[in-house]
């Protein structure tokens, strides 16, 4: 009997060890990281820079009609900018758990502060049919109508 009972459990806890699938933060930081570069639709190096793009539009791995990550070629995971087209996802889901601050306009668009979660220090840039979420180094770097909220 305490042989059958160790089995069971023993089943049971392996069996609470399977894959979970990942929230949507977890998924956008494994987008930028480079984790489903495999199946995008095309990758290109941006003229005159240090920059990448990749592209998703047949099976994004975020839900909307086109996933786009431009890069920093030396710095991806510090330096990117992540474009959701046409996406039902809103700010709270990509926010997951973390809380999100109104910062302003800029470009025709609402720009928001991530506070905390695993996306904190990021901007998000809400326009229409667009979602985009940016690091604060890249914002530096590259989006001047942004630079005023990221500057030390």
Not at 18 to 42: C, E, H
Not at 78 to 86: E, F, G, K, S
Request: aromatic share 6%; net charge positive.
């Amino acid at each position: 009997m305490p042989r059958l009972a160790f089995l069971l459990l023993l089943i049971l806890t392996l069996s609470a060890c399977g894959k979970r699938a990942n929230s949507i933060p977890q998924t956008v930081m494994l987008t930028v990281a480079g984790s489903f570069d495999r199946q995008a639709d095309s990758r290109e190096r941006l003229r005159g820079t240090l920059q990448r793009r990749t592209i998703w539009t047949t099976t994004p791995p975020i839900a909307a009609r086109e996933v786009r990550v431009t890069y920093d070629t030396e710095q991806r995971t510090i330096l990117w900018r992540l474009d959701l087209l046409q996406s039902g996802l809103s700010l709270a889901d990509l926010a997951g758990k973390g809380r999100v601050r109104s910062l302003g306009t800029a470009g025709g668009g609402e720009v928001f502060a991530l506070e905390d979660g695993p996306l904190a220090g990021s901007l998000a840039l809400r326009e229409p049919g667009r979602l985009s979420l940016i690091s604060r180094p890249y914002a530096m770097l590259y989006e001047p109508d942004l630079q005023h909220w990221v500057s030390p």
